[in-house]
């Protein structure tokens, strides 16, 4: 688990924050997805930056290697869930059968 601190520097942390840390990292156990977007970015940029015109850039970053996650919504379950995150409804993270697309 990267803390981003030295081993001194652990030693010294409450159980209350590493309980926080733990259960951050229990979530999002590669990091925030956001960095990783901001990453994918940058090597985005500098592959196209060096490489031939119209090249197809390369996936760099890829948070489901294993393609667990697989959702093709329809453009009807696409305005429904712009909809409801404008209504103010729960949003879903799993979709099921029947369910609106997730949004995150």
């Known amino acids: 688990m990267g803390l981003g601190k030295t081993l001194s520097e652990i030693e010294h942390v409450g159980p209350d924050e ?3 840390w733990m259960a951050f990292w ?3 156990p590669w990091g925030c997805p ?4 901001r990453a994918e ?3 985005n940029l ?3 930056i060096n490489s031939k015109a119209n090249a197809k850039i390369p996936l760099f970053i890829d948070r ?3 393609g667990r996650v697989k959702f093709d ?10 909809m409801d995150f404008f209504l103010g409804k729960t949003i879903k993270l799993e ?3 029947n369910a609106h697309p997730p949004t995150l």
């Open 46 to 48: 500098l592959y196209a």
């Open 26 to 28: 229990q979530l999002e």
């Open 64 to 66: 489901d290697p294993e």
């Open 18 to 20: 590493m309980a926080g």
């Open 41 to 43: 970015l940058g090597l």
């Open 73 to 82: 919504p329809t453009p009807e379950q696409l305005d429904d869930s712009i």
């Open 34 to 37: 956001a960095e990783d977007h």
């Open 95 to 97: 979709p099921d059968d």
